[in-house]
């Protein structure tokens, strides 16, 4: 199993009023992330496919820690976490790696249900089988939601 690695930069307009990263522009870095790994890695390693369209059904997100702005960029991996006949579910963490000083630093974790589109015909359509074996070598089962929720406890109310 793979992971796609995607350095993001941090921009100052990236922060609100608190000083810190604002949720939604978390968003735009999945975006940043799901793309590249998607519609730019795809060609080089398998498939064009994805290059003629989808659409989000679900965002998930889980946030852990603020982060700040910085000169580095943050790393966000994004892995497969279910790959179905119409759609796809991608799992990140956005996060600074360990080091010899410092301990891995999870800032967001999160998932995305993508569907794959038919944009002439506007409606979504099936996982080509050359769009499965690509996305078969990201492929990791989840241990649990991204909430730390065991899987089947969707649905409650967490307190």
Known sequence: MARHHYRCPLR??????????????????????????????????????????????????????????RHE????????TRIGAASLTIRYEVKDEATEDAPETVYVRAETVVVPYNLAEGRPRRITDEERVFLQEYLEEPASRVAGRPKGAEGRLAA
């Open 12 to 69: 100052w307009a990236d922060m609100d009023a608190f000083g810190h990263v604002n949720n939604v522009v978390f968003l735009r870095y999945l975006e940043e992330a799901r793309i590249d790994f998607m519609f730019r890695l795809a060609p080089g390693e398998g498939s064009e496919s994805f290059t003629g369209g989808s659409v989000v059904a679900r965002h998930e997100i889980d946030y852990k820690l603020p982060l700040v702005h």
């Open 73 to 80: 960029p943050v790393l966000i991996e994004s892995w497969v």
